[in-house]
């Protein structure tokens, strides 16, 4: 049995386009294929059609039955579909669509027990900077003790001086009154110019990010531990650091070092 949250669920329903009972566009064969391919199991056993026949049914089933493992590959493999049908010229690009998937991505990552404190470990992996060590420690230490919100803003920071040695190994100096999501536009600019993006859904999504980044500001400086504030929900708090750990994660994959 799988440990998806019930609004985990919901943004996989909508990513995948399951309210009329399909699973985006594939058809049963299609379909079946997919699931054997990515879980190795028969998507037609009666044991996944307790809700029904439909596609949609019969995947809400097998994430009722089978293990997170499982259900990580087969949101790998469609994650994989949607972004070949979005490189096509037939399959729009949305934003709010972009976000949703760096939110399954996500869900993805965590299925897979990979969680957002690791991500940012392995980020820094190469890391002599002590106080880059600190701020991780300060991190691990209250995701561990589920206490998100208590590393709110040191995410918020470390993000800051990541971006800033990014650009400076470019040759980039950036001010330092310049907040987050300018200094992550310069950089994002800097990475189509390196032509390090390869493809123009991952441009988008990075992109739909700067507005997101902005807010971030807003949260940390009014919201979080950074100063005398009302806190953020423990849940929204993990939500948001998971975002930055996934993008941040992804950067360093595509520009190493």
């Known amino acids: 049995m799988s440990s998806l949250s019930v609004h985990e669920r919901i943004k996989l329903e909508k990513l995948f386009k399951m309210e009329n009972g399909y699973v985006l566009d594939y058809s049963d064969s299609s379909f079946a294929t997919a699931i054997a391919e990515s879980m190795g199991i028969n998507a037609n056993d009666d044991k996944y059609k307790t809700y029904g026949t439909s596609k949609a049914k019969r995947l809400r089933a097998i994430w ?95 993000f800051v001086k990541y971006l800033r040695i990014k650009l400076k190994s470019a040759n980039v100096e950036t001010d330092r009154m310049i907040p987050l999501h300018g200094i992550y536009g310069i950089y994002v600019k800097k990475l ?46 993990q939500f948001i650091i998971n975002c930055i750990a996934n993008a941040m994660s992804f950067i360093e994959s595509i520009n190493p070092g």
């Open 64 to 158: 009722d039955i089978e293990p997170d493992n499982l259900i990580a590959s087969q949101i790998c493999l469609f994650l994989k579909s949607i972004k070949a049908r979005r490189e096509s010229a037939y399959w729009s690009v949305d934003e709010d669509e972009s976000i949703l998937i760096s939110e399954v991505e996500l869900i993805e990552k965590r299925l897979q027990g990979i969680s957002p404190e690791k991500m940012l470990a392995e980020v820094f992996a190469e890391n002599t900077d002590e106080s880059i060590e600190t701020l991780i420690s300060s991190i691990q230490r209250e995701i561990n003790a589920s206490k998100p919100q208590g590393a709110l803003d040191r995410v918020h920071t470390l």
């Open 192 to 237: 189509r110019e390196q032509a390090l993006i390869e493809t123009e859904m991952s441009e988008k999504i990075l992109r739909s990010l700067s507005p997101v980044l902005e807010k971030y500001s807003d949260i940390r400086n009014n919201r979080s531990l950074a100063h005398d504030n009302d806190l953020v929900s423990n849940s929204e708090a």
